[in-house]
């Protein structure tokens, strides 16, 4: 049985800089791409980022600039970076590996951005 685990989320001020962190557990053989959703109240869930496990990241257009993932394939986990926070960056952030060649999701974690 494998897991994702995520920890981070938290309230921020605008501005402001956090780091989520997602770990997998349970019986891995291979990790594929790692990387990152988000879902803001009465809205889909969109694509924030993806890492390969060559390391190369590509990132949507709404965090460019702003938002850094990263992987330790050791530890069998992803990281995001996320610094000059917005209010509309408020969102349950989920974290997604392809793993044993399944598609798994984490179980999310809150990020509020607010004054």
């Known amino acids: 049985q494998v897991q994702l685990v995520e920890s981070g989320g938290g309230l921020v001020q605008p501005g402001g800089s956090l780091r989520l962190s997602c770990a997998a557990t349970?019986?891995?053989?291979?990790?594929?791409?790692m990387g990152w959703y988000r879902q803001a109240p009465g809205k889909q869930r969109e694509w924030v980022t993806t890492?390969?496990?060559?390391?190369?990241?590509s990132y949507a257009d709404s965090v460019k600039g702003r938002f850094t993932t990263s992987r330790d394939n050791a530890k069998y986990t992803v990281y995001l970076q996320m610094s000059a926070l917005k209010p509309e960056d408020t969102a349950v952030y989920y974290c997604y590996a392809v793993i044993n060649a399944l598609f798994n999701w984490g179980q999310g974690t809150q990020v509020t951005v607010s004054s």
């Open positions: 349970g019986t891995i053989f291979s990790i594929g791409d």
């Open positions: 890492i390969t496990n060559g390391a190369r990241t």
